[in-house]
């Protein structure tokens, strides 16, 4: 089993930036793809950004691409999501998750992802 624990949610202005951190426990992540999900209220939960097990390779949704970035840390058993430039439609709560990697794939459907962490509020004033 993986426990995924999220953090550095909060209350930002429109144009700031904050940092999620994802930690696990359990289990080492190396070998584990990752990706971040984000939902808000009355809305589906939407896809926010994913890297592959070593982290080498990312993918961004377009609503994000050029303002959060992913990374993973597998020396420090974390995965963060640095966004930047935030606006008002970015206030969600965001998942981290997680499932065994293979080869360079990361994934983009919540679906595909077996563990998931309990969620941490955004939100963005304007």
């Known amino acids: 089993q993986v426990q995924l624990v999220e953090s550095g949610g909060g209350l930002v202005q429109a144009g700031g930036s904050l940092r999620l951190s994802c930690a696990a426990s359990?289990?080492?992540?190396?070998?584990?793809?990752m990706g971040w999900f984000r939902q808000a209220p009355g809305k589906e939960r939407d896809f926010v950004a994913a890297t592959s097990w070593s982290g080498g390779r990312t993918y961004s949704a377009d609503s994000v691409k050029g303002r959060f970035t992913i990374y993973k840390d597998n020396a420090k058993n974390a995965v963060y999501l640095q966004m930047d430039s935030l606006k008002p439609e970015d206030t969600a709560v965001y998942y981290c998750?997680?499932?065994?990697?293979?080869?360079?794939?990361?994934?983009?459907?919540?679906?595909?992802?077996?563990?998931w962490g309990q969620g941490t509020q955004v939100t963005v004033s304007s």
């Open positions: 998750a997680a499932r065994r990697g293979f080869g360079v794939n990361y994934y983009i459907r919540d679906t595909e992802y077996d563990y």
């Open positions: 359990g289990r080492t992540l190396s070998s584990y793809a």
